[in-house]
């Protein structure tokens, strides 16, 4: 009797499930031996599957890498991947109210260029004068994976971090035994009006392929406030849609095509991500975003050997119309914007055992090794290519022929960056005893094309940068198996080269003018030795081969435990507390030219980071708690003077508590933000406190048969008045007042 655990759904044998299948291996053969041919039983062929259970956001054990799971994303019904960050330590959303407004904050990193975004795999990004530029719709999602902090495995330039997000795939919606499904959901939020529909269509044709097919589509009005004002200009009309398919092409090799697309558009603020919005002035936008990603993945569970790569291309198009006077940028003629931006990635990686089989991230903790000495080799080949189409046309003659000659925006400038890189790194076991050296090596050209390469060329600079640099790292760690006790420690190198936008851009608020680099701005702290009226900026107004790179060291070291029985033999306690210390260097905005009077440019900026993230969760019976916090600050220096550096994060806490029934189940989240100090002026010389403040928040979950679920989320309960976090270290957006969500799905 055949008897099989399928590779194909990807889910381990467990101990039980080897054990019943060769019972019933045996108990078949006793059966033929004891029968003639004539009076043989066929037995169907049985599948065993056993699943291993993930916690609804889990913690890498040694990495500070925290994955938030689809539960998470069902409890908070949250209408973009912003709203569930704060379940990650060392995060926290800055900018808004809209999703195109918001941004990552990693550690006090703020821009977008310090946090790499992928989709699938696949690097995402948009350059824009105050812009956010994430557009990934929450509901076609699975997972969301943060890593905070530069890791050997990402390409050089995210000293923040890395947020990936993974779709779904049709095995992540079938039900046990089930071939083809559909699932529909609607739902409705009460404080701006949301309306949310999404349906999917999804199946399995043969053993070895599935397909899903969805679409989301989420219309509403403005925000309204705790006091019942609406924030205007806040409202939504967007759509997304995904198709995906994936192929077993053995039991330990899949490949897998993806495809998704966001559609936004509407009257919208210019500027998204600073103050409130329409301060800027409004503009009528369209946003088109598309991901096309091939992933394959091999996998020889025995060895420990492993591989994947990733093709992809992600194009993100924003158009912007400006009527006469709508903003600051059309006070003399009606202006449109039109920008492209398209990135091409190309990722390598893989896993090779030379000693022994070496066992993974999650197994370390919880089993002994099997052999003293364990050997092998993690290695990558990363590379792509990102160009972007800036134009700029005006309802002005005059500016069309001066400013904006053939619709080149030389503040906003077309052109592109290639990049190639690759890292080794030796993981090396002995007993408890784990040590990863290695090595990242990366190599970044950026060029620009048009008027701002012409203005260059004649000036005697180059129209293309190149920076490259090796990034050493080494992780160190012990863990006690039985008693499910693991310390470690990181040393890491990384670093930035500049961006487009940021080496290449001419405009009279850019950095690469006397003004900027005389430091007669801002906060009026003058470079020494330097005349008021002297010239010290390239005559070409661009600076880009003046630049360094920006390098970063970071040192972080923690204690991670598994406790399990802590409360019974049903219970499950996970914790783990990071202490981490940043220090970037050459930062590229203190551009500057030097106080010994030789007239050099250079970037004697820094900025220093430090602090604790707490994260972890506890299971007893039905009952689920999760927990998490980080306490942060930082110090910076501009050349000239240091101060406080405010764009960490408010320190915060959060804690959730659930009970789960067969019937659904119940959850209440609270969390604690403290105060935090931010500039009153640009010119940076006053600060203030935003206030702390606590948010209650509840999820209930009912499931009325096979077919139908109730959902409900709650945020702001108390109706707190509160303020989201700023990037640009000012007071933050005002935050949405109390809104309850209510959903029902069928599954098909």
Known sequence: MPCSTPRSWRQRRSAVAATGCWLLALCGAAFADESSETDMTVLPEVRVQATRQRPAVQADTTRSTTTIGESVLRQRQPDSVFEVLDEVPGVSVQGGPRSSGMGFNIRGYTDGEDVRIELDGVGKGFEKYRFGGTFIEPELLKSIEVRRGAQIETPAGALGGTVSAQTRDATDLLRPGQQWGARTRIGHASNNDETQAFVALYGRPSDRTDIVAARSRRESNDIRRPDGTRLELSDTDAGSSLLKGSWWLTDQWKAALSWVRYQDQGLQPYDTTGGDPGAFGKVQRRIDDDTLSLQTKWEDEASGARWQATVGRSQTRVRDHMEKGWSVFSTLAAVDDDIDHQHTTYDMRGTLPLIGAVASHDDQAEAAPSSPWRLSLHMGLQGGNSERTSRRVTGSALLNQTTYVGGYNPSQPSG????????????????????????????????????????????????????????????LSHSWAPQGWTVFGTVARAFRPPLLDEAFAKSAYGRCNNASLLRTHGDNTRVPGYALNANVAPSSGICADFYEPELSRSVQAGVQTSQRGVLGPRSLLDAKLTAFNDRTEQLLETLMVSTDGSGALVQPGTEHRWGLELEGGLQWRDWQARFSGHRMQGRTFNGLHERDLLTVPADRLQLSLGWRQPWGELGLRWQQVWAREYFKTTAMTTTGRQPSHRLLGAWAQWRVNETFTLDLAAENLANASYRLDNGLASEGIEGAGRNLRVSISARY
Not at 421 to 434: E, F, K, N, P, T
Not at 446 to 457: D, F, K, S, Y
């Open 416 to 475: 592109s960056q290639d990049r190639i890189g690759g890292y080794a790194q030796l993981d090396i076991q002995h007993g408890g005893w784990q040590a990863l050296p290695g090595v990242r090596w990366d190599r970044f050209t950026t060029r620009v094309i048009g008027a701002n390469a012409t203005a260059l060329l004649a000036a005697g600079q180059p129209d293309e940068i190149t920076a490259q640099r090796a990034s050493p790292s080494f992780t």
